[in-house]
């Protein structure tokens, strides 16, 4: 069963930084894409950045293109997402996600197949 745990949420300002964890187990990974979707108050859940598992693919959002990088660990079998120069519009909860056979382009819901419970991320101006 696999399982994905978001951790590394919290209130910054804005300018701070944040790195967010997400924590994979239950199966090997290396044929998926991992992503990282948020979601504001009153809106739909967006997509944010995808690395593929077994490479070094990435894609992005325009709105987080040079700020936030996604990297993962294979050893340690975890996806992070680092949030550099935060915006009071970064506030969202943010979700990792896995597509079992993806490509890091993969930016809609339906195209991931497992997810996490969620971190909050909090930015004041």
Not at 24 to 42: D, E, H, K, L, M
């Amino acid at each position: 069963q696999v399982q994905l745990v978001e951790s590394g949420g919290g209130s910054v300002q804005a300018g701070d930084s944040l790195r967010l964890s997400c924590a994979a187990s239950g199966r090997t990974f290396s044929s998926y894409v991992i992503g990282w979707f948020r979601q504001a108050p009153g809106k739909e859940r967006e997509f944010v950045a995808s690395v593929k598992w077994s490479g070094r693919d990435t894609y992005y959002a325009d709105s987080v293109k040079g700020r936030f990088t996604i990297s993962r660990d294979s050893a340690e079998n975890t996806v992070y997402l680092q949030m550099n120069s935060l915006k009071p519009e970064d506030t969202a909860i943010y979700y990792c996600a896995g597509a079992r056979f993806g490509i890091p382009t993969m930016t809609r819901e339906y195209e991931y197949d497992h997810w996490g419970q969620g971190t909050q991320v909090t930015v004041s101006s």
